[in-house]
């Protein structure tokens, strides 16, 4: 089991800034990939940013690339989301998602969710 608790997010203006990070505690030796995922109101949930671990490969969404960066501390525990130059379409709650694996088993966990408001 892993549990994911999410911090950050809030409200900001167009063209701010923010950070979202994602603590996991639990079997975290088990976690392969974090990712950031998004829904806004009457949207489907959609992937923002993923990252490997330990291999630490990346990648976007193609709304967010040059904006948004996913990183990792070293213990493999924060996953954080930096979010530049925000706009009102990056409204939405953010997820924080965790993949793992035990033997041939994959679970999936996911954080809390937090409200992020880009105001126009």
């Known amino acids: 089991q892993v549990q994911l608790v999410q911090s950050g997010g809030g409200l900001v203006q167009s063209g701010g800034s923010l950070r979202l990070s994602c603590t996991a505690s639990g079997s975290v030796s088990t976690i392969y990939a974090m990712a950031w995922y998004r829904q806004a109101p009457g949207k489907e949930r959609e992937r923002v940013a993923r990252i490997t671990i330990p291999g630490g490969n990346i990648n976007y969404a193609d709304s967010v690339k040059g904006r948004f960066t996913i990183s990792r501390d070293n213990a493999k525990i924060t996953v954080y989301l930096q979010m530049s130059s925000l706009k009102p379409e990056d409204t939405a709650v953010y997820y924080c998602?965790?993949?793992?694996?035990?033997?041939?088993?994959?679970?999936?966990?996911w954080g809390q969710g937090t409200q992020v408001t880009v105001s126009s």
């Open positions: 998602n965790a993949r793992t694996v035990r033997g041939l088993s994959q679970y999936e966990y």
